[in-house]
């Protein structure tokens, strides 16, 4: 940092050093999340992200577009750069053709393992209990699935793309899956409790696929 000869210069690096865009006051490295920088603004723009990806997703088929938009929404806003409400929705706009395949995709299969798995439980099937668990693990990888495609889409690659590399992704990083994982997980649970907690929980989802690549790459 250059020498600092004036108040005003004095008061921008305070303001520069507090916001986390890099070292100034010290020699430190930049913030990995320099837009991160209180935990109750934090906690606020997920609560809103969770709103936005709830409101554009009611139609269920347009989730994974919503999660998309929401989930580069955040990114924007963890990284300090500029994150208005209408970037998201110009990102809904440019997800939604491929989107609604991928949703359309999702909400069928969703449909077929419900029916497996209420049947394993009816004990109409023989192996139920076998047919349950597989059943369950077959909507736990192909939720984790729609996450990682979610936080993988640009409107350059496109769903395709965003489908290559969220198995590439997830096929390297076996503990970051796991941990998406467990993301969907915590969604179903707590929409399983009570609905309304799907505003929080898509929120904390769409966080959640922002922060794991980056711990990834810290372990490094």
Known sequence: ????????EYKAARRADASGSGPTLEERPAARFPGATGAFALFGEVLLVGV??????????????ALAAGIRHLR???NAEASPARLFWRDVRSALPGGL???????????ILTIDIVLANSGALPGGAAIGVIG????????????AMAGAWTPESGWRGALRDARTALGADLGGAL???ATAVFVGVAVWMLVPLILPAL??????????????????
């Open 1 to 8: 940092m250059g020498a600092i000869t004036t108040k005003r």
């Open 52 to 65: 936005l990806v709830t409101v554009a997703g009611l139609a269920v088929v347009t989730l994974p577009a």
């Open 76 to 78: 924007r806003y963890l």
């Open 136 to 147: 369950w693990i077959g909507a736990i990888a192909g939720a984790t699935l729609l996450l």
């Open 203 to 220: 929120g904390c989802a769409a966080l959640a696929v922002v922060a794991i690549p980056a711990r990834r790459r810290t372990a490094r």
């Open 179 to 181: 941990f998406l994982a």
């Open 101 to 111: 395949v991928v949703g359309t995709v999702a909400l069928l299969v969703a449909g």
